[in-house]
């Protein structure tokens, strides 16, 4: 990736006391984790958790980075497909954890890859021995400035994404920008997708630099990603250390564009239909449409979103799925509690807050406005 001078910091710390952690932001330092690792003092046995698309790329190169450092690296495998976060899968690897384990050994998880070997990884983590140490080395541009922040982890039910988990912080998150070059643009359109989240929610200059940087140079200069991923991960890192467990009701801010979101991925079974991102880009459209018909942010601004996802090329409308279905996804979803919906609506480029008890016909309305035909 060529530089073009733009200048990003390569540590950001999430300061949640005795959890803590730093993110390690840059490109070809991958040399460096082994060091990282040995200097956290985490374990003995390092094992890494990947899938096979991603083990051949990358999860390889990292294993043979611990080893060089003189770790016993092992390593398990899942199937590259949303469908892993199951308990099944979950059972499984638990399974072949407890094989590993022994007398004399410390394990501890490096979970190289996306969203899907991120969440399920931490949660098994989380669980194993009621917690062992893990390290997340994300691999996806979605995955590098959302997943592998914020500590929760969780596996599929089939009444939705993400209904059983746990917030269980990793020890450590190293983002290497250069994995970021074996990504498709589809891969990559949906990464920004989550960075543009963070803009319209908390960072009005990230979100301007989206709108006036041409997607090529997005994906081809180091320096801008940089910037980019640094910027989205701040925006993630203030959040969770304002309320870590979503108790306060600031992390909820995060879940913009999800509520119609994950209702759209389980409407679609999970399938490749739609990405993570180009579900909760159609997820902020219809946010920002209730909050249009609600009078609670400026036409212009509504607009400005729009416009933004729709230079990012990412999906505006929703194909392949009926509105019955898209009502009764949403009606499982876990931020819904106690037949209250929770939206969270942008007021501006920058600044978004929680409105509870949007009123049906509004919702319904805001739907159909991204339904095709």
């Known amino acids: 990736m060529p530089a073009i001078g733009l200048r990003f910091p390569r540590r950001v710390p999430v300061r949640l006391g005795s959890r803590s952690y730093n993110v390690r932001i840059d490109s070809g330092h991958l040399e460096r984790l082994s060091a990282e690792v040995r200097r956290l003092k985490l374990g003995t046995h390092p094992v890494v958790v990947s899938n096979p698309t991603i083990l051949k790329s990358h999860a390889e190169t990292v294993a043979k980075e611990l080893s060089r450092g003189g770790l016993p690296v092992q390593v398990l495998t899942i199937a590259d497909t949303e469908r892993s976060k199951s308990m099944t899968t979950l059972a499984r690897l638990l399974t072949e954890l407890a094989d590993r384990d022994g007398p004399g050994r410390r394990l501890y998880l490096v979970l190289v890859g996306g969203g899907v070997v991120g969440d399920l990884g931490g949660l098994v983590a989380g669980l194993y021995r009621r917690g062992v140490p893990y390290v997340q ?18 596996v599929d039910l089939p009444q939705g994404k993400n209904l059983a988990g746990l917030f269980y912080q990793p020890r450590l998150v190293f983002i290497e920008l250069d994995f970021l070059e074996t990504l498709s643009d589809r891969q990559f359109r949906s990464g920004l997708a989550e960075v543009a989240k963070c803009g319209v929610i ?40 304002a309320d870590e467990q979503e108790t306060r009701g600031i992390r909820t801010l995060l879940n913009f564009g999800h509520t119609f979101g994950h209702a759209l991925e389980a409407a679609t079974h999970f399938t490749r239909v ?42 505006t409308s929703v194909r392949g799925v009926t ?45 159909r406005t991204v339904m095709e035909g």
């Open 274 to 315: 739609y990405t993570h991102g180009e579900a909760v880009a159609v997820g902020m459209l219809v946010a920002t449409e209730i909050a249009r018909r609600l009078k609670v942010i400026p036409n212009g601004d509504a607009d400005r979103i729009h416009r933004l996802l729709w230079h990012l090329e990412l999906p």
């Open 137 to 154: 080395v994300p691999t996806t541009l979605l995955a590098q400035v959302d997943s592998s922040l914020g500590g929760k982890t969780g």
């Open 323 to 367: 509105f019955a279905q898209l009502v009764k996804a949403m009606s499982h979803d876990k931020k819904w509690g106690v037949g209250r919906n929770c939206w969270v609506l942008p007021v501006k480029v920058g600044r978004a807050v929680v409105r509870r008890g949007v009123p049906d016909d509004i919702i319904r309305a805001a739907m």
């Open 202 to 241: 908390r960072d009005p200059a990230l979100f301007a630099f989206l709108e006036r940087t041409p997607f090529l140079l997005l994906r081809e200069s180091s320096d801008s990603i940089g910037w980019v991923v640094s910027r989205a991960v701040r925006v993630k890192a203030a959040v969770v250390e």
